[in-house]
């Protein structure tokens, strides 16, 4: 631990955040109270009867979890009453959620994954929470067109841990700093401040069965990074299955992590993961730390959402591999 600071008093010693240190504030202590409810269930959910489906199917055509839905019930409570954020946009939800009774000139969009992972919910894996923050036009209304603006808007960033230790990893854009749940005194404590990615790894992270579903390049890619020619294509596969979890290794030890497209009909690729609520925060962290996100082909941060559930596909890490990847041409 850095000299017992928590979450909330390092707040408010930042400086050249992207956004105001108050609002900061309000939003990143309804986040540490979400993650520490989050936390405290997913250790007794076995117990409590929360594993298991619901026999529901969300937006994106998966079967949903008791946990996701019960998580996604934790930010809409959370921010019920909390100023300044008046809107939410999730992976559990088809359509964004506003609290009209927030409608103010200064108010914010969270966009999150509230059970990042899922799939190892029961069996005791990895799991994390994603979210980012965006500013809300003055005098808005039930539209988003000012939410579906590029990456490079967000002014917070952030995931949640849930290992061993619950950890809280949270950019505004002066930096990656990390924090972690003492239970004893319930409070997320920081751990590391400024964190920097390394620029080259040694691991990389990716669903590999998948892959007779890639485009040829980036099979031609994985067969470089496997190929042990020499030290540095030595690279070892670290999946868990969380994109947290795995992006989090990128952070502190490098490599990447890469989810590509996958080939439909016509040779037209398709990506998987979410690029409101998964990709572009997480690749705003990674910049923050000296890494990139890429679609293989495009920065992530540059592009413009169409829609809040639109997906594209994910090279992400430290700057070296990510730059690799791209040499390949690995999304054609």
């Not at 609290?99 to 509230?114: A, G, K």
Request: proline letters at 3%; aromatic letters at 8%; a negative charge.
């Amino acid at each position: 631990m850095s000299g017992g600071i928590t979450l909330t008093r390092h707040i408010m010693t930042k400086s050249a955040t992207a956004i105001p240190a108050t609002d900061l504030a309000l939003i990143m202590e309804r986040i540490e109270l979400i993650a520490k409810r989050i936390a405290r269930e997913l250790a007794m959910a076995g117990l409590s009867g929360e594993l298991g489906y619901t026999g529901e199917t969300n937006v994106q055509g998966e079967k949903v979890k008791k946990l996701d839905q019960w998580g996604n019930q934790v930010f809409l409570d959370a921010f019920e009453h909390g100023y300044p954020v008046c809107s939410l946009i999730s992976e559990e939800m088809d359509e964004p959620h506003h609290y009209s009774v927030n409608y103010r000139d200064n108010s914010y969009c969270i966009l999150y994954d509230p059970i990042d992972g899922s799939s190892n919910t029961d069996v005791n894996g990895s799991l994390g929470t994603i979210f980012a923050v965006k500013k809300r036009a003055p005098g808005h209304s039930n539209g988003i067109d000012d939410i579906l603006v590029p990456g490079t808007q967000q002014l917070i960033a952030g995931y949640i841990l849930y290992g061993p230790a619950a950890q809280l990893v949270y950019t505004a854009g002066a930096g990656v700093d990390i924090f972690t749940l003492d239970r004893t005194l319930g409070e997320f404590m920081l751990w590391k401040e400024n964190v920097k990615m390394p620029a080259h790894g040694s691991t990389y992270a990716v669903n590999q069965a998948n892959a007779s579903k890639w485009h040829e390049e980036a099979r031609k890619f994985l067969a470089h990074i496997t190929s042990r020619k020499d030290k540095r294509t030595s690279y070892s596969l670290r999946y868990c299955g969380a994109f947290a979890a795995d992006f989090h290794r990128c952070l502190l030890e490098g490599g990447i992590y890469m989810y590509p497209g996958e080939v439909a009909e016509g040779g037209k690729a398709k990506g998987k993961l979410r690029l409101m609520y998964e990709l572009a925060p997480l690749s705003m962290l990674a910049e923050q730390a000296g890494g990139r996100g890429s679609t293989g082909k495009n920065r992530i941060l540059d592009i413009v959402a169409t829609a809040i559930h639109e997906r594209h596909p994910i090279y992400i890490g430290s700057a070296e591999e990510v730059a690799l990847a791209e040499s390949f041409k690995v999304e054609g």
